[in-house]
């Protein structure tokens, strides 16, 4: 009469398992406003600061290349500083939630928020 019963465990399982999925994808997001990555242009000179979500936190000039002369140099020196910061941010969560995602058993590969 109670054979379909058998399942509810795994779903209690399942469910059990997804709560605490959303509690260390909710920490690992805290996380990511803690860890910081800095991205450099034109041999250090320009350092663009940013957490790991990608917000840009600081900027670093070097006074020295500051010569009214070359101002496009300097802001392309700015924007690659920054591009590289945000390319640090992404890979490095991408890092952590591949070990959030391996800590949970889950294929090292799958994309998380879905």
Do not use: C, H, R, W
Request: glycine share 10%; aromatic share 2%; net charge negative.
């Amino acid at each position: 009469m109670f054979k379909g019963l058998g399942g509810l465990g795994d779903m209690g399982k399942m469910m059990k398992a997804a709560q605490e999925m959303q509690t260390k994808m909710a920490e690992l997001q805290e996380s990511l406003n803690a860890i910081t990555v800095t991205g450099e242009s034109g041999a250090g000179l320009v350092k663009a600061t940013a957490t790991a979500k990608g917000e840009l936190t600081a900027l670093d000039i070097d006074p020295s290349i500051f010569n009214p002369d070359e101002k496009e140099v300097v802001e392309d020196l700015i924007l690659a500083a920054i591009k590289d910061a945000q390319a640090k941010a992404q890979e490095k969560s991408q890092s952590e939630m591949a070990k959030l995602t391996e800590g949970l058993g889950l294929p090292a590969d799958m994309k998380l928020p879905f």
